[in-house]
């Protein structure tokens, strides 16, 4: 089943792109309703406000994304599960509940601060429209955890392999590619929030804690996979050093060259298997994603902390 904003956006009448346009400039219209003109000083309203239409933007395209990945990824799924009868690892991501639950949510957190912190909010019409405007950003952490939620449970079942000489990654890769796919969309969605949304140490806190939970998840997902993956390679490769002992077994009893020379032949094969083997990935991804996910999250970790030394000098 489709993600919420998804099934919701299929079934509004005339071009979708029209939705989406107005569903993003639906957060900053409410949050300026909530907050109301002009906002209290101590409030960053049209900053929040850009960061909010963002937001919104980029995940209902990127849920899309997901989704549409999703379904590619169906014959790969039926294949690596084998058993007809296993319950989709990613039936989560089209739940109504789900999203509806961290909305409200959101809602509810927002609502807090703001009548602690702030002088005046919004009616009870302006809540209305903010939970409107929250559901596709909940839509997209919803979709986000349970994506991950659903490669892991990937990982704890007994999947199908491919053979090393068709692929690298065992055939995997398509698997790791939707992980690094929805870990792109988050550091893309956590770029204007260090920026706009980071001004107390407690805002700091806050954003590192989302910062080093998305690339936990990432990581722990996969890890199960991973693990598999690692135990076919070290299978094949004691597999391949067998075959080049027992090929050098008549040279170690003959003590010879000429004896070297006549194994020739079957000890470079076995050689050249092991190589090859070795090439195998321990990641369902190439090594290169691994160095981009850490080179994001250094980089969403020093903007935090930028933005913290900007403020505290009054920038």
């Known amino acids: 089943m489709p993600p ?5 956006l299929s079934r509004l009448p ?5 939705w989406i346009i107005a569903w993003t400039a639906a957060g900053p219209l409410a949050l300026i309703a909530w907050i109301g003109v002009p906002p209290p000083p101590e ?3 049209w900053g929040m406000a850009v960061v909010f239409a963002y937001l919104n933007c980029i995940t209902l395209w990127g849920v899309r994304k997901i989704h549409n990945d999703l379904q590619q990824l169906r014959p790969l799924l039926t294949r690596l599960l084998q058993n007809e009868g296993e319950p989709d690892p990613f039936k989560a991501v089209g739940s109504t509940a789900g999203p509806l639950v961290l909305t409200v949510i959101l809602l509810l957190v927002q609502i807090l601060v703001d009548v602690l912190g702030l002088p005046r909010v919004g009616s009870v019409q302006a809540a209305v ?11 997209g952490l919803w979709v986000y955890f349970t994506l991950f ?8 079942t007994d999947v199908k392999l491919t053979p090393h000489y068709e692929d690298r990654s065992l055939g995997l890769r398509p698997l790791g590619s939707l992980a690094f796919s929805a870990f792109l969309l988050f550091a893309a969605a ?3 929030v260090v920026i706009y949304a980071t001004h ?3 805002d700091a806190v806050i954003t590192l804690a989302i910062i080093f939970g998305g690339m936990a998840v990432f990581f722990v997902s996969l890890v199960r996979l991973r693990q598999k993956q690692v135990a076919e390679k070290l299978a094949l490769l004691a597999w391949a050093r067998t075959l080049y002992a027992d090929a050098f077994v008549p040279v170690e009893q003959a003590g010879s060259l000429q004896a070297f020379m006549d194994q020739r032949q079957k000890l470079d094969a076995a050689e050249a298997l092991e190589r090859r083997i070795a ?4 990641w369902p991804f190439d090594d290169s994603i691994v160095r981009t996910v850490a080179g994001i999250f250094t980089g969403l970790l020093g903007a935090v902390i930028a933005r913290i030394v900007l403020n505290e000098l009054g920038l």
């Open 149 to 156: 939620a659903g490669l892991e449970r990937i990982g704890r």
């Open 129 to 139: 429209l903010l939970l409107i405007a929250y559901l596709p950003a909940a839509t």
């Open 190 to 192: 956590m770029g204007p």
């Open 14 to 18: 005339g071009p979708t792109a029209l």
């Open 279 to 282: 090439a195998i990935q321990e």
């Open 4 to 8: 919420l904003t998804e099934r919701i």
């Open 200 to 202: 107390t140490p407690t």
């Open 43 to 45: 409030f960053p309203l």
